[in-house]
């Protein structure tokens, strides 16, 4: 079995696309995901699954959501030693990084794209982008930022899902859980 973590982009918000962790735990099982765990209400999904290819597995989270909830919802599967990379790669100093969002990338942006939002330039926003994540700091708060999920998707063309610091934190603790 291989463990994978499952990051569900944009459900439980504001009222819009509501999937309770418990009934997307059994749904999964059903699935034949195994060892099912979910963290906090925004889509975070710990599982072991005897595949290895993380785009077919994405696919079929998607498919049994789209299924049993009647809505889409986008889907990005990675494997735990991806996303510690991710966690690590992070180019802020600890201060920053501890206060800072992971906006991780579905499909690697554009270099174009990537050129032109770098030059945008927001107060206390402070942002990095690779082909897999944007590091994201904002001094006054991720609520006031003007550099959202929505506005990184929309510059940049793909879809994208952030997670804060915390999250990504307790994300890796749970998969060392797993096994």
Not at 21 to 47: H, P, W
Request: hydrophobic residues 35%.
């Amino acid at each position: 079995m291989n463990t994978f973590i499952a990051l569900l982009r944009g459900i439980n918000v504001s009222g819009q696309k509501k999937i309770p962790m418990a009934e997307l735990r059994e749904l999964l099982e059903k699935k034949g995901f195994k060892d099912v765990k979910t963290y906090i209400q925004s889509g975070n999904v710990i599982f072991n699954f005897s595949e290895t290819n993380k785009d077919s597995l994405a696919l079929k989270i998607h498919e049994a959501i789209k299924a049993h909830f009647r809505f889409e919802v986008p889907v990005l599967v990675l494997f735990p030693t991806e996303l510690k990379q991710i966690f690590n790669d992070c180019p802020f100093p600890k201060e920053k990084k501890e206060h800072s969002y992971f906006t991780f990338l579905f499909t690697g942006p554009d270099k174009k794209l990537v050129d032109k939002l770098t030059a945008i330039s927001y107060p206390n926003e402070e942002f990095i982008i690779t082909n897999n994540c944007i590091y994201f700091y904002c001094a006054v708060g991720y609520g006031k930022a003007k550099c959202s999920n929505n506005f990184f998707e929309n510059k940049l063309k793909t879809t994208s899902t952030a997670r804060n610091y915390k999250t990504v934190v307790k994300l890796l603790s749970l998969t060392s859980q797993i096994n």
